[in-house]
């Protein structure tokens, strides 16, 4: 019995770019080739291949994003009329647009490739592109002169396309390609420099790390196919591995708890892994070792935000598997609200500016995650769309530091301080950036934080609201120790326009024992005149993408501004996946002309929507219902009371410490026992390495090594030895009998009958060619006799 | 009638062929005895073909000629050599080959 029959036909319309969104990762893989190739003997390296290709993704991207804000406008007009009568608790169900073609097949099970396009998807292309583009004209600059400025070119671009596919993947077969490339160009733009064994190391701590947690993702796609992959052939006719069956499986009803569990958990796994959550989190800050844009572009939208996108995207998944609906802890959440503390923790006894940053993320990500975890969907994936751009612009602010004021050097405290003068647009930028990450009305980060925070509480996590406040409030404190000491004080060091000696400059900030605190070795002789100048501003190649970003980091919050009423919740209009129930026809079909069926209300059925209660049979659900927290001044002011205590505290404490050398403060956790070893743990950065590398490594992998070593002498060279002695012994009958006897007997007989023969023809052998030539002939007429009797 | 006389012709340039190759001792007339021999196919080859119809003949006719120049040149280059070591070209002399 169907709870509702179809009332209305809502044509929903589609388009060009809508349904050539594939095109979007396509064009920066071609660039790849075509830098890889042609890249060394272009006019400009190779790099105008993946910047033009980088904009041209943006371009189809912008415009598979407007014709889809119209397609959901257009259903949502038509439909209106229905949800007025009460049919609807939510938005109308508007499709994704999926088109997949097959890649190959094995076993009868196929694979296919294509794109599952809906408004997470192009949030997702259009802030990747967007980044992409800036950061590659920002690369141009930056790595001018660089040694492998077209190998630079080539990974950053197809680092690029591997998100852009994953992003649009409609099945877990192109979302694992796409998270497996963006793998393989972090390690090749992290040990861009490889040459110092410090980048070498930091490239292959962040591959086996994030190769850790892909284990994770291999195992439960795995659980998910095998469990899923009847249900979805036999009621949408995909397999088990599509994104959207696997999607409506999971709210089904019929799936088993305990795969959905453990495919859960596995595939979390793999988010702790790539998007670096505690307790996976320590391949993050090495990453640093990379080039700056490489940075940029890994924290702000690429590489850790897949993490991220991979549980927004199965959120189904992870809703029934972790029992997110209910209010106790899950895993999600716990290690969300972890991370944020811990990593902002960190962030307050760096001394290299990128690493505040990278700990920044981490904590961010933290967030994310948290939000996911309690239900607040729309709040993280807002969250990720502006954390992309004051992220990014605060890593290229670093980046423009170093180029231009700081002679390479990433130190903050021997090579930084009072460069706001100096710089004016990239300290500008940099502070707007940091204002926006902290929290601060009306930027960016306000909207999209305070609103995870607030739905964090709404959905009943009422600790993990705590923890996002105390988050909020380190945030804004380590935020502003790093401005202060990058921009504010006195100058130090190459900011105060010392020379580093050419040679010792590599060795002379390497006070943080492990990584290197220096970018830019391949280009150092190139921009040997920085040095001389002193600091200064950067060209406009790195100043512009730094305005661009800073003001969207200013108006990027009003994409989902929830203080200002409904209207201006754009991202949950249009990003949010309708949680209505769906009839399986209207669903599977897509492509143009399509139409979905809007269901006719009925007197109090289904008004619960979609997770509470099973669909009805020839019934899907795509998305569970989340609630919304309804936004509230007084909730907003705690936090932004927070921010602003966070703020202040942290630039009075800065002026006292860096620059008054108040006596009190300066030397204080060498005198007081407990912040001593709060400073300890902090600057080991909670063991977490030692933990890996001594301890796990040491108990992993040296016993196996040891157990390995007495199977080889016990087991292995016992089997060996005794096949050995056998052999021997078959050897020696074989030789007494066989060989010496038949063989042998064999050898000597032919080569006595060979003598015999010889003997007998060797007259004929007289060395006269002409008597050659009668034997010849001879021998040819006798052939023709014999051919004439024949014959006749 | 008229192939039968390219036949017997044929025949005859054979076994002049023959005796040149056996009876010479110069080396070149014994190459040149060969070359008649291989004339003397040829000139079936062709007797035939015009017989039969077909070009068949003629085609390998223009392949025998084609390896004869061949087979010339190398018997040639061979006979200068052995000249150059041996200032002689009578091939009775010639018995290294003797088994």
């Known amino acids: ?792 | 009638m008229l192939t039968t006389q390219f036949l017997l012709l044929g025949a005859v340039l054979f076994c002049i062929g023959i005796y040149g190759v056996l009876a010479r001792k110069n080396a070149v007339m014994v190459l040149m005895s060969i070359e008649l021999i291989l004339n003397s196919v040829n000139l079936n080859l062709l007797a035939f073909s015009v017989r039969n119809g077909s070009v068949d003949g003629n085609t390998f006719a223009l392949y025998i000629i084609a390896i004869a120049a061949a087979e010339v040149g190398v018997g040639l280059a061979m006979v200068l050599l052995i000249y150059r070591n041996r200032r002689t070209i009578a091939l009775d002399e010639l018995s290294e080959m003797k088994g």
């Open chain 1, 1 to 792: 019995m169907f709870a509702a029959e179809a009332a209305a036909e809502v044509h929903a319309s589609t388009g060009w770019f809508l349904e050539h969104a594939w095109l979007i990762p396509i064009i920066p893989a071609v660039a790849f080739a075509l830098i890889i190739f042609f890249g060394k003997r272009m006019p400009m390296k190779g790099s105008e291949f993946g910047v033009a290709s980088m904009f041209a993704s943006l371009v189809l991207a912008v415009g598979a994003a407007w014709q889809w804000i119209q397609r959901v406008d257009g259903a949502s007009s038509v439909a209106h009329s229905a949800v007025e009568e009460g049919a609807y608790h939510s938005a109308p169900f508007v499709g994704p647009i999926i088109r997949e073609w097959t890649w190959w097949q094995s076993g009868g099970v196929e694979f296919g490739i294509g794109q599952h396009i809906d408004g997470l998807a192009l949030t997702l292309l259009v802030v990747v592109a967007f980044i992409s583009s800036l950061v590659q004209v920002y690369s141009l600059e930056y790595l001018r002169g660089d040694r492998r400025y077209t190998h630079f070119f080539a990974a950053l671009t197809l680092f690029s396309a591997g998100m852009l596919g994953m992003v649009l993947a409609p099945n877990m077969v192109q979302l694992i390609l796409g998270w497996e490339i963006m793998g393989l160009c972090s390690f090749l733009l992290i040990g861009h420099w490889w040459e110092e064994e410090a980048n070498s190391r930091a490239a292959l701590k962040a591959f086996f790390t994030v190769r850790v947690g892909d284990v994770g993702l291999l195992v439960g796609t795995g659980i998910l196919f095998f469990s899923a992959n009847s249900w979805t052939q036999e009621n949408l006719g995909v397999s088990g591995f599509n994104i959207s069956g696997l999607s409506a499986w999971a709210m089904s009803g019929a799936a088993s708890q305990s795969a959905l569990t453990w495919g859960a958990v596995a595939l979390f796994v793999a988010c702790i892994g790539k998007s670096g959550q505690f307790p996976l989190h320590t391949w993050l800050p090495d990453a640093m070792a990379g080039p700056t844009p490489v940075s940029s572009l890994l924290h702000s939208s690429t590489m850790v935000v897949a993490g991220v996108f991979l549980v927004g995207r199965l959120y189904p998944v992870f809703w029934e598997g972790m029992k997110i609906g209910d209010t106790n802890i899950n895993f999600i959440v716990l290690i969300g609200g972890i991370t944020i503390v811990i990593a902002a923790l960190l962030a307050f006894v760096q001394h290299d500016i990128k690493k505040v940053l990278a700990y920044s993320t981490v904590s961010q990500l933290g967030y994310m995650m948290l939000g996911l975890g309690a239900g607040a969907w729309i709040a993280a994936i807002f969250h990720i769309f502006t954390h992309a751009f004051f992220k990014a612009c605060l890593f290229l602010a670093a980046g423009s530091v170093s180029h231009s004021g700081s002679h390479h050097s990433f130190d903050m405290k021997k090579d930084m301080g009072g460069l706001a003068k100096k710089m004016p647009i990239t300290a500008t930028t940099w502070i707007i950036s940091t204002l926006a990450l902290a929290g601060v009305f009306p930027l960016a980060g306000f909207f999209s934080k305070d609103e995870i925070i607030d739905n964090v509480g709404h959905n009943g996590y009422n600790a993990f609201m705590i923890v996002g406040l105390s988050g909020a409030f380190l945030t804004a404190a380590y935020m502003t120790r790093a401005t202060y000491l990058t921009f504010f004080g006195e100058s130090r060091g190459a900011a105060a326009g010392e020379h580093h000696d050419q040679d010792g400059a590599h060795a002379v900030h390497d006070d943080h024992g492990a990584h290197a605190v220096h970018d830019d070795h391949g280009a150092h002789a190139a921009h040997d005149d920085h040095g001389a100048k002193g600091p200064h501003e950067s060209p406009k190649l790195i100043t512009v993408p730094l305005m661009i970003l800073a003001a969207l980091a200013v108006v990027a919050g009003l994409a989902n501004a929830t203080p200002f009423g409904s209207n201006w919740e754009r991202f949950k209009k249009y990003v949010e996946p309708s949680s209505e129930y769906v009839m399986v026809e209207s669903a599977s079909a897509s492509g143009p002309g399509e139409s979905i069926v809007v269901p006719a209300a009925e007197e109090g059925a289904k008004k619960e929507g979609c997770a509470t209660v099973a669909p009805d049979e020839g019934m899907v659900c795509y998305f569970p219902t989340v609630s919304h927290a309804k936004f509230k001044w007084s909730k907003a002011a705690l936090s932004l009371v927070i921010v602003a205590l966070g703020l202040v505290s942290s630039w009075l404490f800065c002026i006292q410490y860096y620059t008054r050398r108040d006596r009190r403060l300066v030397g204080l956790t060498e005198r007081n026992t407990v912040l001593r070893g709060g400073y300890k743990v902090l600057w080991n950065k909670y063991y977490l390495d030692a933990l890996y590398e001594t301890v796990i490594v040491r108990a992993v992998a040296y016993p196996i090594s040891r157990a390995a070593y007495w199977l080889n002498q016990n087991v292995l060279d016992g089997i060996v030895n005794t096949v050995g002695k056998v052999a021997r012994r078959v050897a020696g009958w074989v030789y007494r009998n066989i060989d010496q006897r038949v063989v042998d007997g064999a050898v000597n007989g032919s080569g006595a009958a060979a003598r015999g023969s010889g003997g007998v023809l060797r007259p004929v052998q007289s060395g006269k060619v002409n008597q050659y030539g009668a034997l010849l002939f001879a021998a040819a007429a006798i052939g023709a006799l014999i051919l004439v009797i024949i014959n006749t």
